[in-house]
């Protein structure tokens, strides 16, 4: 079983949907949740950062913790054709060392005009 | 513009040939990291380094080399060893303070002739 385990899609949603993304894992030590956005052939982009449980909101983006079931998620509001791209979820216990950052396999995301 | 400017964009292997990514950053950073990336998987950890002169391996170090010798430059070197090298690599720096929060490169497309 994969520490992360996270859909691939592809998922295909009209413009102006609210997009649901989602992330499980198993380590009840990770403590950091972030939220990482890539557009093809493209290095990664940092979307959202979380300590612990709960929610945080940045505009469009709304990044929800749930560790009592190790279970995150992404929502993006008013979906743009921008929006399109693989979004990865990330998680830390916040060791030291920044080789304890698990990566899930991303979501491709597409928005239809 | 601060940045983590990688080169080249595409790089080709030969049978037996070592080549070196590169990988440097003006961004101020003490940590960098090398992460490889294959379709439909997570990002995986290669090597990463948190001052100058020092570096550690990742989950999957076999097959290749890295350097630290000034605080902006972190090449990577892949290695005849390394069997199955096509892949996107991904360099990324990050503050101590803030370890989760990585910024990466562009990424460089490696492939084997």
């Known amino acids: 079983q994969k520490e992360v385990e996270q859909d691939p899609g592809p998922l295909s949603v009209p413009e102006g949907a609210i997009v649901s993304l989602n992330c499980t894992y198993s380590?009840?030590?990770?403590?950091?949740f972030m939220w990482y956005r890539q557009y093809s052939r493209k290095g990664p982009e940092l979307l959202m950062y979380?300590?612990?449980?709960g929610n945080k909101e940045d505009g469009r983006f709304t990044a929800q913790v749930d560790k009592s079931s190790k279970y995150i998620s992404l929502f993006i509001r008013d979906s743009q054709p921008s929006d399109s791209a693989t979004y990865l979820c990330?998680?830390?216990?916040?060791?030291?060392?920044?080789?304890?950052?698990?990566f899930g396999s991303g979501t491709r995301l597409s928005i239809r005009p | 513009d601060g940045g983590i400017t990688q080169s080249p964009k595409y790089l080709f292997r030969k049978e037996g040939q070592n080549v070196t990514l590169s990988c440097e950053q003006n961004?101020?950073?003490?940590?960098m990291y090398w992460y490889r990336q294959d379709p439909g998987q997570g990002l995986r950890l290669i090597y990463y380094?948190?001052?100058?002169?020092?570096?550690q391996k990742g989950d999957i170090a076999e097959g290749y080399s890295v350097s630290r010798e000034k605080k902006e430059s972190f090449p990577l070197t892949v290695t005849s060893a390394q069997k199955n090298p096509t892949a996107f690599y991904l360099c990324?720096?990050?503050?101590?303070?803030?370890?989760?929060?990585?910024?990466f490169g562009s990424g460089t497309q490696l492939s084997v002739l």
């Open positions: 990324a720096s990050s503050t101590p303070q803030d370890r989760e929060k990585l910024f």
């Open positions: 961004l101020n950073h003490d940590a």
């Open positions: 380590n009840s030590a990770f403590q950091y």
């Open positions: 979380t300590y612990s449980s």
């Open positions: 990330a998680m830390s216990a916040g060791y030291s060392s920044a080789s304890k950052i698990i």
């Open positions: 380094s948190q001052i100058v002169n020092d570096f």
